[in-house]
């Protein structure tokens, strides 16, 4: 069940999962406010997000604004949901509004469901917020196995919440709890960002399998393996092997893998199919996060010394223009090794 909070919750990104989180949250707060770039002002007349999230009504307490300033009062709280190449640029403009007002920006909760990386260095989204703001800022992820469509429809739901300091993500996992959607607490931050990253590139990688018609024999074992590639680099990186089998990990694995609501996905079986990336991409006209995240994965596996063949494949067709049918015979083709090592 929900519980009312006192005071407004302020939420940075009005696409299909600000929007969702916005609609699903608002009646656990006196008021919401959903800030987005052009266009989100429409909002409120229209009583909708109709690109990101049409037929889908927005409560009466919800205030959408194009207005930065409007997000900043006393009880600055805060959700960022918005892509990781934004991720930066935003909380450098949040600390700015903070300060510019008169608050100290040690006193803010700062939750984030962004995935992925940043583009310039390599961070997650949480190294990225802890070197702009104060260490005594509070600050957690949200993250899971969801997609937002169902969530704001109020289908069961569960995601975790993980904080850096200790003993705050179970008071702040009682933000987000509603009727439907039930928050588990974590202290493993980085391993949560980290399967929420990781999990992008699986879901291409299903989808290019998919796209060829090599069927669910060939998925299954892509998810699987895709697991141990997670554990493998996840680990290597500082996050606990728990948390990787966990909802953050396999849950949203499974499911980014196996739905065709995931944009990561459909844009691999729109490769597999023979079609080119960039019209694949421009069709589905939102943020294809695995794109990116290939990238960085290729970069940090090869930095570390950690194998990871499905990922390291995803990142030659999307990069050196490997035929998707090339990759999956040359993964088919590796030697036989334990399945456990």
């Known amino acids: 069940m929900s519980e009312r909070h006192e005071g407004r919750l302020n939420i940075i990104g009005s696409g299909s999962w ?4 916005a609609v699903l949250t608002s009646a656990n707060f006196s008021g919401t406010t959903l800030w987005g770039r052009a266009g989100t ?5 229209d009583g ?13 307490n ?3 604004t194009e207005d930065f300033s409007e997000l900043i009062e006393p009880g600055l709280r805060f959700l960022v949901v918005v892509p990781s190449h934004a991720f930066r640029e935003i909380s450098e403009k949040l600390h700015g509004a903070i300060l510019e007002a008169g608050l100290d920006p040690a006193n803010a909760t700062v939750i984030w469901g962004t995935k992925g990386f940043d583009p310039d260095t390599g961070d997650l989204p949480g190294d990225v917020l802890n070197g702009i703001f104060p260490a005594k ?4 992820v949200l993250s899971g196995p969801s997609f937002a469509r169902e969530t704001a429809t109020g289908s069961p739901t569960a995601l975790t919440l993980a904080c ?13 709890r509603t009727p439907t959607m039930r928050i588990y607490f974590s202290d493993d931050p980085v391993g949560v960002q980290l399967g929420a990253a990781i999990k992008n590139v699986m879901a291409i990688a299903t989808g290019i399998s998919d796209g060829l018609g090599y069927g669910p024999n060939a998925r299954a074992a892509l998810i699987t393996r895709g697991l141990a590639e997670m554990i493998r680099l996840g680990t290597a990186l500082g996050g606990r092997m728990e948390t990787f089998n966990g909802l953050t990990g396999v849950g949203d694995l499974v499911l980014t893998c196996t739905d065709d609501q995931s944009r990561n996905r459909r844009f691999g079986i729109g490769i597999g ?4 990336p960039a019209a694949v991409a421009r069709e589905i006209d939102q943020e294809i996060e695995g794109i990116q995240t290939a990238h960085e994965l290729h970069r940090k596996a090869t930095g570390l010394g950690v194998e990871m063949p499905i990922t390291e494949h995803v990142y030659r067709v999307l990069y ?3 035929a998707p049918d090339d990759a999956v015979r040359s993964l088919l083709g590796r030697d036989p090794r334990p399945e456990h090592h």
């Open 62 to 64: 919800l205030n959408a």
């Open 48 to 60: 909708q997000n109709r690109r990101y999230l049409p037929g889908i009504p927005l409560p009466a």
């Open 320 to 322: 050196e223009d490997l």
């Open 164 to 176: 850096y300091q200790a003993g705050q993500a179970e008071a702040l996992a009682r933000w987000f």
């Open 273 to 276: 199919a023979g079609r080119n």
């Open 18 to 21: 600000g929007t969702a989180l």
């Open 137 to 140: 800022t509070a600050r957690g």
């Open 41 to 45: 002002a429409l909002l409120r007349t």
